[in-house]
DNA sequence: CGGTACGCCTGAAGGC
DNA sequence: TGCCTTCAGGCGTACC
């Protein structure tokens, strides 16, 4: 399931395919996979990329529409054609089991069931460089369209900052975070505190901080807020490196899998012994997710 | 407003 | 073998 790493991984594997590009023609299978304010925007189509964003889970293909060769007086454009050629974001969440895949002309994809949209990607000459695929079986993802880079900034100022940063320890979204009388673990998991965290990293991040999961967050000391902001950060930073975690669906942008959950400490070893002590992990649901956490290195007390 | 419960959706896995 | 149930979980919405 794609978090933070798994996005960034696709993102800079698709950014070189894609950078300076033009999206020639479009393929829309399933009309309802496009949601938000823009929904019957269309999908960048005719619009060179400028740039591949990402925050948190969400990545954004930003691109200028093609200048219509016949509207050559500047003068008598309307105020929509004026709009029209301001940069678009295109949002893509990945949700759940989500791919972004980009193929060669011709080439046939691994598997080519529920593939909901299909952009081609013109290259320099008369031929396409190549497919870029939406694929997501249980449809938990989708695409959001927005009219401008304003409305895409404004849509993500209500994310927390992203995970993958430094902390910014003085953001009014982490001064709520610890303000919180919720469980540690469900905290992380808001979008709205921390940009990018789901259930794996979540996790991971508490056990790299020593810190028992149900806890509640405005209860933790100042230096347990510090081991969770960097060990977030540092569990994002060492996925990236390994291209992300792939427990089924997830594949970069040209099908590889990650490699980073054979390096998970708890994520789905729960009741399997711990890797820096060899107690048993324990394991239950916390905030309708499944929770794993060692009982001896995150102990339901703080560390003195 | 803070917090929780639920539904969406498909495929894998396990029980019988 | 095959049918059934359970589980996985990001996120929007409803509700307390």
């Given at each position: 399931m794609p978090e933070l790493p798994e996005v960034e991984t696709v993102r800079r594997t698709l950014e070189p395919l894609l950078?300076?590009?033009?999206?020639s023609r479009i393929l829309l299978?399933?009309?309802?996979?496009v949601s938000g304010?823009?929904?019957?925007?269309?999908?960048?189509?005719?619009h060179t990329i400028t740039a591949l964003e990402r925050k948190g889970k969400q990545l954004a293909i930003l691109a200028r529409p093609e200048h219509?060769?016949?509207?050559?007086?500047e003068q008598r454009e309307s105020r929509g054609q004026r709009e029209s050629r301001d940069l678009r974001a295109l949002v893509i969440h990945l949700g759940m089991t989500g791919q972004l895949l980009f193929l060669a002309p011709r080439a046939q994809p691994p598997q080519s069931d529920h593939i909901h949209a299909t952009w081609t990607i013109a290259g320099?000459?008369?031929?396409?460089?190549g497919t870029l695929l939406f694929r997501d079986p249980r449809r938990f993802g989708g695409l959001f369209p927005y009219p401008s880079r304003a409305a895409l900034e404004k849509a993500w100022?209500?994310?927390?900052?992203?995970?993958?940063?430094?902390?910014?320890?003085?953001?009014p979204s982490l001064a709520r975070l610890w303000r919180s009388r919720r469980a540690i673990k469900a905290a992380l998991l808001d979008q709205s505190c921390i940009?990018?965290?789901?259930n794996i990293y979540a996790d991971e991040a508490l056990f790299l901080a020593r810190?028992?999961?149900?806890?509640?967050?405005?209860?933790?000391s100042a230096g347990e807020r510090v081991a969770i902001l960097n060990a977030i950060r540092d569990v994002m930073r060492l996925s990236l490196r390994s291209g992300g975690s792939t427990l089924r669906d997830y594949r970069n942008a040209s099908g590889a899998p990650g490699d980073f959950q054979s390096r998970h400490q708890v994520y789905g070893r729960g009741g399997e012994p711990c890797r820096r002590c060899g107690q048993l992990l324990s394991s239950k649901t916390l905030a309708q997710r499944t929770t794993v956490w060692c009982p001896n290195c995150q102990p339901r007390r703080g560390s003195p």
């Open positions: 950078l300076g590009r033009r999206i299978a399933r009309r309802d996979i304010p823009a929904r019957s925007a269309n999908l960048l189509l005719q219509d060769p016949h509207a050559q007086d320099t000459g008369p031929r396409a460089l100022s209500a994310l927390g900052p992203d995970a993958l940063e430094p902390p910014p320890h003085d953001h940009a990018g965290v789901g810190v028992h999961p149900p806890r509640p967050a405005a209860r933790l």
